[in-house]
């Protein structure tokens, strides 16, 4: 067992994971878990060597650049519609990202049955 792709798809399902949860229950607390939990997804995929590594890391970057503005925009202002719409763009690339994690392992299982 690969335990780096583990631990990267282990933070990448957390990421996903803890933003739904702010949608369930949106206040700054969540909000801040989730952004931080897909910051340490993002920095996992920068050591990633593998066929997909490109866009997993650039869907991580995307819900990174969608959380950290909603953190602020909760923070600072206080509207909780916008950070929610941020969030679900955080969500969606984070969704990608699964996907794709998905596919990049059901392309390495095909290589090392041949």
Known sequence: MDWGKVTY???SLMSLTTTAGFLYEPNAI???LAAG???ISTIL???VKNLLAAELLASSLVA?????PAFMVLTF???IRMAIALAI???VANIFSVALALIE???SQEKDTY
């Open 9 to 11: 798809i282990f933070f």
């Open 45 to 47: 995929k920068i050591g």
């Open 77 to 79: 202002t206080d509207n």
């Open 64 to 68: 990174d650049l969608h959380l950290i």
């Open 30 to 32: 969540a909000l801040f």
């Open 105 to 107: 392992s059901a392309k």
């Open 37 to 39: 939990v897909n910051v």
């Open 89 to 91: 763009g955080a969500i």
